[in-house]
């Protein structure tokens, strides 16, 4: 608004009786024929200009004459100044405040920020800004009492310097106040409201549209944003905005959680706002929660927040932030149980759900013959049936089974399709009340880059479906809540996959009852550190690194694998006996320490565990790793694990481990192994015993190598120069080499044995 007064005071050469040097005010003092005053007509910089010698400690220079406030005025009040002579002074710019009765209004702030001087014939410019209203950039706030003010300016310092002062100026500055000087645009001067209710997205787009690269303001207030609405300029928000569920808020200068939080007023609406604007807008490719901590109380259903879609494969990261969960029932999970039926030949569905209505996508499935972490994909209530995530090796054909939604605090489940979902430096702390991230039904290539998953309640990252297709984990970690158990009572998992071509690098896993199970092929865990033993004396120690497809294709590499096991299953296989497809294969354990101390002397590093009969290792190379016993001993590092069925060792091949180092371990395994045997007395077969160092109990398959160490000699103690034939599979129960002479001798052999057939 402006006013149609005339704010401009007197210059000085219409003389200095209408200059106080007090307050102004009717009265008082004035700088006519003063000593220490005089006009000057013609100065250099300032043409006409008063000449002040400070002689008070606040030399004051008021104008006499009314400038009235007004509310919603702003008046900016100007004086250039320069010292001449003698000690240097500061100045400002100041005022003093009078209401209708004439009476001084005490209690405000009269004076603008001091400005030093400090060089002789300098130019000095000082400003003020006089008004009602309490916004950003007001020098002197001087609410709704005063109807007018005396101004001028404050000499303060030490006294004795002489300076020169040009005509003061008084301008009205409300139409370019917030725009011009303190580079803002108030919502409120294009009609914005802030009831709560009436829309006010023409009153924000216009004062966008108007901003020009300055900082639009949304003062107190709640502010009803009726549809989707892009900011261009940087934007405060001091009130709150409400919007539809499907409309979009994209601040495009200001995106971070810091700002969606200002401007929803509540920390979990402002990152699923912000979450929507990053999926509905390419300006930015990432959403920086600016390092906040966001109190949940419940799971967030992502495809919620986005609400428009439920596919999204464009690349998207969430950076630098934490979750925290509180307590409260919403984390409760819910359960529910039904009869259904399974057939192997469509091994990706439960059909004949009892109650199929009360199944939840994402609830995990427990049961007679149902494999570790198998899980609803989808529901079809009108056909009673559901997709689950894995097959399951050996329920009835009908049954009851079970099924636990979990909560999470970022649940992706509602999506068909998420792809390139980036989450950097984010910390979910679930505090033991919930869960950390459920992927959606498919996608590829989700990373998690320096996250933490600290104390869940079950579940560190999960998923349902296929979404762990190249799933990325770079320097995560994870802490269980489950710290104080004995490892074979914890129940945590720190995540799982359904399909193929995960890169697991540098990792840390403590203490979780189990920290990755694994389907699929094509996988690649290299650099973690798998920790998940206890403070418990011989203590049993469980699996921590699972692979559950029996041609698994995978590499274990560079990990400290410490107190835990790698176990090696089919249990997500409809048909578990082997019938025409690839054996346990494809899966290389190279240059890894595994680690254990107070275990229980039967616990082993590596196990394979079939769950149908006839299987057998067709593939599997275990070399230069170290396995270290640090307390106590345990008996060998491998086994077969035979509660369902033993192997096939007629059928092993292609299968190593050597040069690996072993402390602590009472029997070493080497494939192929170099004996050294000594035949005491003479006979024509010598019966070589290596089953001790054969991988899982193996038969000895294969002969390489036969080298004698020194003469050969027979019982005349004559040098015999002929070579044996060699027995393999010797033995009742096939675990002998026989090496046979064709005459009875003595001596030492070095023979070099396999368990294996290598072609």
Not at 271 to 290: C, E, I, R, T, V
Not at 594 to 615: E, M, Q, T, W
Not at 704 to 729: C, F, L, Q
């Amino acid at each position: 608004m402006s006013t149609t007064f005339d704010l401009m005071p007197s210059p000085f050469v219409d003389g200095l009786d209408q200059w106080s040097s007090e307050n102004g005010t009717s009265g008082s003092a004035t700088y006519n024929g003063a000593a220490n005053a005089a006009f000057v007509p013609s100065d250099q910089d300032f043409g006409g200009c008063l000449e002040l010698l400070k002689t008070e400690s606040t030399q004051k220079l008021r104008w006499t004459g009314q400038t009235p406030i007004l509310p919603g005025t702003y008046l900016r009040v100007t004086a250039k100044v320069k010292a001449m002579s003698g000690t240097f002074p500061s100045v400002r710019v100041a005022g003093y405040a009078m209401d209708g009765s004439d009476t001084h209004v005490a209690g405000l702030d009269e004076t603008a920020p001091s400005v030093a001087l400090d060089t002789y014939g300098e130019v000095v410019t000082v400003t003020g800004i006089v008004a009602a209203g309490n916004r950003d950039g007001v020098d002197m706030i001087w609410g709704a009492a005063p109807e007018y003010g005396h101004f001028g300016i404050d000499l303060i310092g030490p006294s004795g310097g002489i300076v020169r002062v040009d005509d003061i100026e008084i301008e009205d500055v409300t139409g370019t106040f917030l725009r011009d000087i303190l580079d803002v645009v108030d919502v409120r001067d294009y009609g914005a409201v802030g009831n709560g209710s009436t829309d006010d997205r023409a009153a924000f787009a216009a004062a966008d549209a108007d901003a020009d690269g300055r900082t639009v303001v949304v003062p107190d207030g709640n502010y009803h944003i009726g549809s989707s609405l892009t900011i261009q300029n940087k934007v405060r928000f001091d009130g709150t905005v409400n919007m539809p569920a499907s409309a979009h808020l994209a601040l495009l200068r200001n995106f971070d959680l810091e700002t969606y939080i200002d401007a929803f007023g509540d920390e979990v609406t402002g990152f699923k706002k912000g979450f929507q604007a990053l999926m509905n807008y390419s300006d930015h490719d990432g959403f920086d929660l600016a390092g906040r901590t966001i109190n949940v109380w419940g799971p967030i259903d992502m495809q919620d927040a986005l609400n428009t879609s439920d596919t999204f494969l464009i690349r998207r990261v969430i950076r630098n932030g934490q979750f925290y969960a509180q307590d409260d029932p919403a984390w409760d999970p819910d359960v529910t149980t039904s009869q259904g039926s399974y057939n192997p030949n469509n091994p990706l569905m439960l059909t004949g759900l009892t109650n199929a209505s009360q199944i939840q996508p994402g609830s995990q499935i427990t049961g007679n013959g149902v494999g570790r972490e198998v899980y609803v994909k989808s529901v079809n209530v009108g056909a009673a049936s559901c997709e689950i995530s894995q097959p399951l090796y050996g329920p009835n054909s009908t049954q009851t089974y079970t099924f636990t939604r979990y909560k999470y605090i970022l649940d992706f489940m509602g999506f068909e399709n998420l792809r390139r979902l980036t989450f950097s430096e984010v910390e979910f702390q679930m505090n033991g009340y919930c869960n950390g991230v459920m992927l959606s039904k498919e996608g590829e290539n989700i990373q998690f880059k320096d996250c933490f998953f600290i104390k869940p309640e079950h579940k560190g990252i999960t998923s349902a479906g296929r979404a762990c297709q190249d799933l990325h984990l770079e320097q995560c970690q994870w802490i269980s809540n489950e710290q104080s158990l004995e490892a074979d009572q914890r129940v945590s998992v720190g995540f799982n996959v359904n399909a193929n071509d995960t890169k697991i690098r540098d990792c840390r896993f403590q203490r979780m009852g189990l920290s990755a199970i694994i389907n699929g092929t094509g996988h690649m865990v290299t650099g973690n550190h798998f920790f998940q033993g206890d403070d418990f004396s011989n203590a049993p120690r469980v699996a921590g690194l699972i692979f559950t497809r029996e041609a698994c294709v995978a590499t274990v590499t560079g990990n400290y694998i410490d107190n835990c096991s790698i176990e090696w299953t089919n249990e997500h296989d409809s048909k578990p006996d082997f019938s025409n497809e690839y054996g346990f294969g494809g899966l290389t354990i190279t240059g890894n320490i595994f680690y254990c101390s107070n275990a229980i002397s039967s616990f082993r590093f590596l196990r394979v565990k079939p769950y149908g009969i006839d299987h057998f290792l067709s593939g599997l190379q275990v070399n230069e790793n170290t396995f270290y016993c640090a307390t106590g001993t345990i008996e060998r590092v491998e086994e077969w694990d035979t509660t369902h069925a033993g192997p096939d060792y007629w059928r092993f091949r292609n299968i190593t481990f050597e040069r690996n180092n072993f402390n602590g371990i009472t029997q070493r395994t080497i494939s192929p192994v170099c004996l050294e045997f000594n035949q005491t007395s003479n006979a024509t077969t010598w019966t070589l015993d290596p089953s001790d160092y054969l991988p899982f109990g193996g038969n000895a398959r294969t002969v390489s190598a036969v080298v004698t160490e020194g003469e050969i000699k027979n019982s005349s103690n004559a040098r015999v120069d002929s070579m044996p034939y060699v027995n393999v599979n010797a033995g009742s129960q096939n675990k002998y080499v026989q090496l046979v002479w064709p005459q009875a001798c003595r001596g030492t052999v070095h023979t070099t044995i396999r368990v294996d057939k290598p072609l």
